[in-house]
Each structure stands twice: as C-alpha cells, then as structure tokens.
C-alpha cells in the first residue's frame, strides 16, 4: 500500500528553513511514495515549493506533487499536482502539461467526475474523524466507493494510526494520506 505525506504549515513551518528541517526529520524515519507540498497561507508559496521539491528529490521520493497550482508545479518540475474538489475543471490542463493529478473528493459524485475527467488518482475523505473535517465517512462508505472507482484511491482524513493503516488496507485502497501520521 501507498502512502502519502501531505504538509501543513502548523507542522512543517514557514520558512525554507523550518520546512527543510521538519522534512528531513520525517524522512529520517519514514520516506512516503508521494508528498504534497499544501500550504494555502504561505506568502512565499513558490519558494517554498522550491525548497519542498529539492528536499524530496533529496531523498527520492517517488511522486512530489504542489497543491492547487499546476502551473507551477509544471514550472518548478514537480511530478504532479494535487488539486481541490472545487478544480474538477483543471483535470485536462494539468494533465495537458503532462503532470500527475490526484483530486481531492468528498463524495462519490465528485470521484465520479474525477474519475471521468481523467485524475490518475484521487483522495476520498473524510475516513475517520479529522479536526475541522465533518462527518466521518467511515470504512463501509469506503468499501462502496472502491467498488465504483477504477482509478487509484488514497484513503484520508484521520489516518494517524496503524491500526486505521490496516484498517483501510483490508479495505483495498491503493493507499492512504495523512498530514498528522508522518510528524
């Protein structure tokens, strides 16, 4: 099973140097498939894209993708991008550029269209309860999606745990995402 680090600045800093620090640490103990540079405060976004991609190239992590901006994910020379539910419409563009797109979704309506659209791959969360995150969805809800969804599914949302890892494991996603696991 894959996994995937996602960032926050909470954890992960604000700075370059914050940020080079706090990765290297998490990958001293752990290297995920994929990482997500998310940010969505970040005044110096770029550079700090710059500083994400150099340290995870670093340590060879597989996929390196950006949030939201494929653009300059395609610029700095970043793997993929990660876009939000609310960016469906960007799917072919960012896919165009010949990057790898995973898309957030939230329900199977939104898997669906992502699916239709052409993500190579999407996360479905919330899994278990996630401060701030709703209702959790809950493994049952992620069997049912899995037996509608062909592309790959990262299972989100409160996976900070290796039980919930071979929790939703046994459940058969491609992999599971997490912000809280990998600190």
Known sequence: MKSY????????GTSSEVLNASL?????????DFSLFRDKQA???????????RVCRN???????????????????????HLTSAQLDAINEAKALGLYVIVSTHTHEEASRAQEL??????????FFSPAKGEPKGLEDLKEIMDKIRVPIFALGGVTT????????EVGVYGFASIRYFI
């Open 162 to 169: 290796q039980e919930q890892i071979t929790a939703v494991q």
């Open 43 to 53: 005044v110096d976004y770029p550079n700090l894209a710059q500083t994400f991609i």
């Open 59 to 81: 340590h060879s992590i597989s996929k390196v993708l950006l949030h939201r901006d494929y653009l300059l994910a395609k610029t700095l020379e970043a793997d993929g991008v």
């Open 24 to 32: 290297n640490s998490v990958f001293s103990q752990t290297l995920p």
């Open 118 to 127: 052409g993500a190579d791959a999407i996360t479905y969360s919330p899994i």
């Open 5 to 12: 680090l996602i960032t926050d600045p909470a954890f992960y």
